[in-house]
């Protein structure tokens, strides 16, 4: 199973998440595909994945962008899995301190909830200092992030196949041009 792991405050609506789905059901693959929307609190999101790692009749592929990839290189590291991020988070905890007491708002469906220390608790017990085995992961970044410097994941996935890319934003712009390199990784 191919499970894809959507960012901070998005949802399987995202438009990675939406490019991918559609490109796995035009070549009969939507049953190897899943995208759950995922809990805001860290450790419920982190359930829901390794529910779906669980149930995977092989060993389960993971695509983690953004705060997905920070997820991502938890359970990788966790379970013995591939994984491939895009434009990733890394030491999430430290750069979401700031949104300790504030509203957040899900984009897709409007959802509100408040960020709490408590969420920041559970972000750092997903922390990895240092991937173990880099061979299991994929990187793609695009340099023109506008929220994530990319020389930190760089530095970070450091052994890791890297696509360090000019231009672009958070978004990751070129993600359907990778989609066959992704599923061939």
């Known amino acids: 199973m191919l499970i894809y792991i959507h960012g901070f405050n998005s949802s399987s609506r995202s438009g990675k ?5 559609t490109w796995m059901a035009a070549r009969g693959l939507a049953e190897a595909y899943a995208c759950p929307d995922l809990s805001p609190r860290p450790r419920e999101a982190i359930a829901q994945l390794e529910a779906l790692i669980h149930a995977s009749r092989g060993p389960a592929k993971l695509i983690g962008s953004s705060l997905g990839g920070h997820y991502a290189t938890w359970l990788a590291e966790r ?29 897709h ?23 173990t085995r880099p061979e299991r992961y994929l990187l793609l970044v695009e340099k023109g992030d506008e929220l994530l410097d990319w020389r930190e994941a760089a530095a970070y996935y450091q052994g890791a196949v890297q696509h360090l890319l000019e231009g672009g934003d958070h978004g990751f712009t070129r993600f359907a041009e990778f989609i066959p390199a992704i599923l061939a990784f």
Do not use: I, M
């Open 17 to 21: 998440a939406r490019e991918l789905q």
């Open 79 to 107: 379970h013995g899995l591939k994984a491939v991020l895009v434009n990733p988070c890394v030491a999430c905890h430290e750069k979401l301190a700031g949104e300790v007491g504030k509203v957040q708002k899900n984009w």
């Open 109 to 131: 469906d409007g959802s509100e909830y408040l960020f709490t220390a408590t969420h920041l608790a559970e972000l750092k017990a997903l922390h990895v200092d240092r991937p």
